[in-house]
């Protein structure tokens, strides 16, 4: 429970000073998708791919339904008010090129895609890339601490197991010396009524034997 507990204050700490940083750049940037291309922003992330693109639906969830397949992630009618006050169809797709992972989003908004860097809906659509970039880190800091945590206490467990096998242990042997001591004791009395046993019976001999 006390674990738990220093687990539960570790995160609040990190929701109040600063996530550990990981390294990301957004620009422009084209992919095929499906086999066909299209125009789009592109973040560049330390973050594992496996991670960074549960983070990413999880946090595209907010725009509207998302369709997941394959590292490829659509919403058909996209509500992003700072990028576009009309319904934006968002593709994406995330990957990774040479270990550095990468999302990918086209943002089809009014019959253009947001390619631009010099447009404001770009800004916006960059702006999105780095909040979700905030977002992302936060919860892989929150998913190394808790998978930290989680080593600790099995290697915690593990060794409370062990100390206790050895306290049984330690139990067991005792209890066998106990046993032990008691025979020892036994073991002289017995030895000294096997001794006045023997000497009697050699008086007996003795006895026979001067008859003779």
């Excluded at 997941?68 to 576009?84: F, N, Q």
Aim: glycine share 4%; charged share 30%.
């Amino acid at each position: 429970m006390k674990l738990r507990i220093t687990f539960a204050l570790f995160v609040i700490i990190l929701n109040v000073v600063p996530c550990s940083l990981h390294a990301q750049t957004v620009f422009p940037g084209k992919q095929t998708i499906d086999k066909k291309e299209y125009l789009g922003l592109i973040l560049s992330n330390a973050i594992s791919e496996k991670y960074l693109s549960d983070y990413w639906e999880s946090y595209i969830s907010k725009f509207g339904k998302v369709k997941g397949k394959r590292g490829i992630y659509t919403i058909e009618k996209a509500s992003i008010p700072p990028v576009s006050p009309n319904p934006i169809q968002l593709t994406s797709e995330v990957s990774s090129l040479k270990k550095q992972a990468q999302v990918f989003m086209a943002l089809y908004v009014d019959g253009n895609y947001v390619a631009n860097s010099s447009d404001q809906t770009y800004k916006a659509a960059e702006s999105v890339l780095k909040d979700f970039s905030d977002y992302a880190s936060k919860h892989e800091d929150v998913r190394v601490a808790d998978e930290a945590f989680t080593t600790a206490e099995k290697s915690h467990q593990k060794l409370q197991s062990k100390m206790e096998d050895n306290t049984k242990e330690i139990e067991r042997t005792e209890k066998k010396l106990n046993e032990l001591r008691l025979e020892m004791e036994k073991g002289k009395v017995d030895s000294q009524n096997s001794i006045l046993d023997l000497q009697n019976k050699q008086k007996a001999l003795e006895a026979v034997k001067s008859k003779l």
